[in-house]
């Protein structure tokens, strides 16, 4: 049997999850696992832990010998990279949940690790309590994975929920994710999908090998979602759902992207409401697997960081293996086709030429309204796509790998209930 390690702990940030930590720790004794120190920002706030606990100074944490393991929950990712950094030098083993922070420095994390044989986690950083990131690791390292598809961020979704099911505006549900808790510190990387693209990019170096800049990757989140396409949605049985997708084509690259998408009853995401998250994995043996769960909030997310810590009584660290095996890496594709709905005030707004087919046209409700097929570098680099009046929701099976399979098809979406005018 494998000799367990005594775990000490120093903690950055006291907020909603670092204080659940705090909490979960006194109730797992088993662990062996106890926070020696507490670094926080605003030593004037009032905080549920003995005082003796907290300092301002990184130092106090970072120069501490007898801490072994650094559990970094702060949310400034700038900040975040000094500490993280600087602990994995001083050969002390991180656990972190600041996706932005991984998405953004994976490789020279990756480096650090490695050269001082020290272990860096981070389940809690995608899909909050769903073990995602570990499952990757180690059931999917081999090559059969085909697509990943997923509700990875919880803010979004509850909007989105609220909007469909209580009717709430735009407005009064993203106070309310914040409230709950859910919410980034700054809500913008919610709602504009920049927290699902850093998810995503994490994702795809452990599922495909593939190190990115979130920012190479399309995304865009639900700010530009009208009360008229939640109505479209509504009457059409099918749900917008903000989706982060990443999917093998024949050539064995990787498409992947962050937009909204109408999601049917078919799939399993459809039933994912608030702040839970879903990912449908499909890979070439099994079909499509489901993992559940919730994606945000308090304990959740301090469920995976427990994880974490757990794994590092016997010393667990991510492998890797394909981004260290070239057979097995993937690349990103940029050449693949969407199927997309757009709904805009004016044909001023958007630029017909950059679609390949346009398939149903009409207005309704003082909008203008068309599905078609565009190319994903088109897409990407249109600038009516950051027009606010501009909505863009992919269509179910939106991937298309080669425009002449669509002529083949004939393949009016028939997005649900749409009359046709042109
Ligand atoms: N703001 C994030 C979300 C928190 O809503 O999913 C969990 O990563």
């Given at each position: 049997m494998s000799s367990q390690k005594k775990i000490v702990i120093g903690l950055f940030g006291f907020g909603v999850v670092g204080e659940g930590i705090y909490k979960v720790l006194q109730k797992t004794p088993a662990l062996q696992a106890r926070i020696k120190k507490i670094c926080i920002k605003d030593p004037s706030k009032k905080r549920?832990?003995?005082?003796?606990?907290?300092?301002?100074?990184?130092n106090d944490l970072l120069e501490d010998?007898?801490?072994n393991v650094i559990v970094e929950l702060i949310s400034n990712a700038k900040e975040a990279y000094t500490i993280v950094s600087t602990a994995l030098i001083k050969n002390k083993s991180v656990v972190s949940a600041n996706k932005k922070l991984i998405a953004a420095h994976l490789p020279r994390l990756i480096e650090l690790q490695r050269k001082h044989n020290v272990s860096f986690l981070y389940?809690?950083?995608?899909?909050?309590?769903?073990?995602?990131i570990r499952n990757l690791e180690e059931?999917?390292?081999?090559?059969l994975l085909q697509s990943i598809c997923g509700i990875v961020n919880g803010s979004t979704n509850y909007i989105l929920t609220k909007i469909r099911e209580?009717?709430?505006?735009y407005q009064q549900a993203l106070l309310q994710a914040q409230q709950r808790g859910f919410?980034?510190?700054?809500p913008a990387l919610d709602v504009e999908g920049k927290d699902a693209v850093n998810k995503l990019t994490i994702l795809l170096a452990h599922a495909h090998g593939i190190i990115t800049d979130p920012n190479e990757i399309l995304h865009r989140g639900i700010?530009?979602?009208?009360n008229t396409d939640a109505i479209i949605a509504l009457e059409k049985n099918v749900q917008i759902k903000l989706i982060a997708q990443a999917k093998k084509l024949a050539n064995n690259k990787i498409a992947a992207f962050v937009l909204p998408q109408f999601v049917t009853?078919?799939?399993?995401?459809?039933?994912?409401?608030?702040?839970f998250n879903g990912v449908v994995i499909e890979s070439s043996l099994s079909d499509k697997q489901f993992l559940y769960g919730k994606g945000a909030g308090r304990y959740p997310t301090s469920s995976a960081v427990l994880s974490d810590i757990s794994a590092l009584r016997y010393n667990y660290s991510y492998e890797y293996r394909k981004l260290n095996n070239p057979e097995n890496r993937n690349e990103l594709s940029t050449d693949f086709y969407l199927k997309i709905y757009v709904s805009f005030k004016?044909?001023?707004?958007?630029?017909?030429?950059?679609?390949d087919f346009t398939e149903e046209i009409y207005c309704q409700r003082g909008r203008q309204y068309l599905t078609g097929v565009i190319h994903y570098e088109k897409l990407k680099n249109?600038?009516?796509?950051?027009?606010?009046?501009v909505s863009v929701i992919v269509c179910p099976d939106?991937?298309?790998?080669?425009t002449d399979t669509v002529k083949l098809k004939s393949?009016?979406?028939?997005?649900?209930?749409v009359e046709v005018l042109v």
């Open positions: 549920d832990a003995p005082a003796e606990l907290f300092t301002t100074d990184y010998e007898e801490i389940e809690a950083a995608v899909c909050g309590s769903i073990p995602i059931y999917y390292d081999n090559d209580e009717n709430l505006d919410a980034e510190a700054d700010t530009q979602i009208q009853i078919e799939s399993q995401l459809y039933n994912v409401r608030n702040e004016a044909w001023s707004d958007i630029d017909l030429n950059d679609f249109a600038d009516w796509l950051s027009d606010n009046n939106g991937i298309i790998e080669n393949t009016s979406l028939q997005l649900p209930g």
